[in-house]
């Protein structure tokens, strides 16, 4: 059975969202990681995207560029959309569904609550964004795709597998 993408961009509205209703503010460079982390975990427990785009491995860690630009204005400063309220996080767990919402919950238990440099210095330790980077300097640019291959096999070291 084929499953279906998510929209990513509905994946981002709900981690702004969130951030707006919790206070607990995003950045672009912090968005992009969790980003990252519910696109690498799904690939790790699901063996399928959840949404597309590649991340490149950046300077600063992992990025989906297209996303990146959207919300490059707002660059190490809070990302704020005031039309993202509690009502959207209502409205976008009725969209994505009972299970991406679950699996949603549990990449902002584990990440939200870290800041920007504690994410970035966690990527920058694993395999995917090291390995696209292989053999350049820490703050040399580079757009690399991080491949999913990559991100489902070192992810998935970290899961609980049933027999």
Known sequence: MEERLIDYQNVAD???????????LISNPKFQKLMYYAQAWHLALFDHRLFDGAFEAWAH?????????????????????????ELSIHYLESTLGERVTEFLSEIVEEYFGLTTYELERLTHKE????????????????????QDEWMAEFYKKFTVQEV
Not at 61 to 85: A, C, I, M, N, Q
Not at 127 to 146: H, S, T, V
């Open 14 to 24: 709900y981690f702004i969202a969130l951030s707006n209703v919790t206070g607990n």
């Open 61 to 85: 860690g992992p990025v989906l560029p297209s996303l990146y630009h959207e919300y490059e204005k707002f660059s190490w400063k809070p990302v704020e959309r005031e039309d993202l309220t």
């Open 127 to 146: 395999d995917p964004w090291r390995r696209a980077r292989q053999g350049l300097n820490a703050d040399e640019p580079c757009n690399r795709i991080i």
